[in-house]
């Protein structure tokens, strides 16, 4: 169990913006952003590596819940960036898959520092 499998089932506390009967998101407790907010799936996958190949349904409401967030914050057409870290060297450290949503100022080239 993780943090955020204890967040989705409140036993933790969380700044919750959106919820769904799939999906769960809420602001990160460290944002690298201005908007700095996680969609999580609530079935368990710990890595995108482990989503099957017949359920890219999961990844897919990711992304479209956080487009959703992103046009009712008002921030959809300045932009924003999502992001899905996998495993160390791609500096995961929550093994339930989650897609960040990085927004609220212009964020530069990805990639550079
Ligand atoms: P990862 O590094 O796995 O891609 O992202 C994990 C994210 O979860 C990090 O950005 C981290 O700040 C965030 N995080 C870790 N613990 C908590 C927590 O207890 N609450 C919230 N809201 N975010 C957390």
Redesign the pocket.
Known sequence: MT?FHK?IRRE?P??IVFEDDHVIA?????P?APVHV?FVPKQDFATLNDVPAESPEIVGRLAVAAARYAREQGFAEDGYRIVM?CNSDG????FQI?L?LLAGAPLGRFGTP
Do not use: S
């Not at 809420?26 to 460290?30: L, T």
């Open positions: 943090i967040i933790i969380a700044d809420f602001r990160d407790i460290a690298q996680l870290n500096g995961q450290t929550v989650h960040h």
